[in-house]
T-cell receptor, first 110, second 112 residues
Framework: DTTVKQNPRYKLARVGKPVNLICSQTMNHDTMYWYQKKPNQAPKLLLFYYDKILNREADTFEKFQSSRPNNSFCSLYIGSAGLEYSAMYLC?????????FGPGTRLTVL | GEQVEQRPPHLSVREGDSAVITCTYTDPNSYYFFWYKQEPGASLQLLMKVFSSTEINEGQGFTVLLNKKDKRLSLNLTAAHPGDSAAYFCAVSPTGNYKYVFGAGTRLKVIA
C-alpha cells in the first residue's frame, strides 16, 4: 500500500491567520515533501524532510514551516496566510527516487 | 538549476488515436525521469520511472522515450481511450539529490 493521506482536503482561511496542514504515510518512507500547486502551473517544491532533517527551498524559506514529530507525520505551517497562498498543497513521500503523492489539500485564503 | 518545459499544455484526441506529450530539460546530468497521471480530484499517480541508462520503456498502452542527446522525454499513448483523459506531468530529478523539477502538465482529453 502506497497511500499518503492529507488532512483536511479543503481549508478556508482568513488573511493574516495561521494555517496548519497535515500529511501522513505508513510506508516508513524516509523522505516527505510538500509542494504548492496553482492552476496550470507545475508543482513547486516548498520543503522536504529527509528523516529528521528539514530542507527548505531558498525562495520560500521564510514563508513556510514544517515539523515531523515521527516518521509517519509531517505538517506544513503558514504563520500568516496571504491571498497568494491560495493553492493546492501536495504532500509526497519517498523510499528513494520515486515519490508517492497524497490527494492534496485545497487552501483558499479570503 | 534544472528547468523543464512540457508541451503541449492541452491536447484533445479521438479514441484510438495516439497522443504524444514531450518534456525538454536543461541539465545534462539529470538521471531520473518520471511520468505522473492525475485524474480529476485524485492524487498524482506514478505511471513510469525512467533511468538515463535506458531509452525506451513500455507500459500498459504507452511508451516512454528518453533522448539524452536532445534532453527530451516523451510519453506516447498508442491508442488513447476515454479513461486516459487526465493531466500528465513529467518530473526530472538531477543526479545527486532527491528533488523533482516538474513540467507544468498536459491536460489530455480523449473524445469517444
Amino acid at each position: 500500500d502506497t497511500t499518503v493521506k492529507q488532512n483536511p482536503r479543503y481549508k478556508l482561511a482568513r488573511v493574516g491567520k495561521p494555517v496548519n496542514l497535515i500529511c501522513s504515510q505508513t510506508m516508513n518512507h524516509d523522505t516527505m515533501y510538500w509542494y504548492q500547486k496553482k492552476p496550470n502551473q507545475a508543482p513547486k517544491l516548498l520543503l522536504f524532510y529527509y528523516d529528521k532533517i528539514l530542507n527548505r527551498e531558498a525562495d520560500t524559506f521564510e514563508k513556510f514551516q514544517s515539523s515531523r514529530p515521527n516518521n509517519s507525520f509531517c505538517s506544513l505551517y503558514i504563520g500568516s496566510a496571504g491571498l497568494e497562498y491560495s493553492a493546492m498543497y501536495l504532500c509526497a513521500s519517498s523510499p528513494g527516487w520515486e515519490q508517492y503523492f497524497g490527494p492534496g489539500t485545497r487552501l483558499t485564503v479570503l | 538549476g534544472e528547468q523543464v518545459e512540457q508541451r503541449p499544455p492541452h491536447l484533445s484526441v479521438r479514441e484510438g488515436d495516439s497522443a504524444v506529450i514531450t518534456c525538454t530539460y536543461t541539465d545534462p546530468n539529470s538521471y531520473y525521469f518520471f511520468w505522473y497521471k492525475q485524474e480529476p480530484g485524485a492524487s498524482l499517480q506514478l505511471l513510469m520511472k525512467v533511468f538515463s541508462s535506458t531509452e525506451i520503456n513500455e507500459g500498459q498502452g504507452f511508451t516512454v522515450l528518453l533522448n539524452k542527446k536532445d534532453k527530451r522525454l516523451s510519453l506516447n499513448l498508442t491508442a488513447a481511450h476515454p479513461g486516459d483523459s487526465a493531466a500528465y506531468f513529467c518530473a526530472v530529478s538531477p543526479t545527486g539529490n532527491y528533488k523533482y523539477v516538474f513540467g507544468a502538465g498536459t491536460r489530455l482529453k480523449v473524445i469517444a
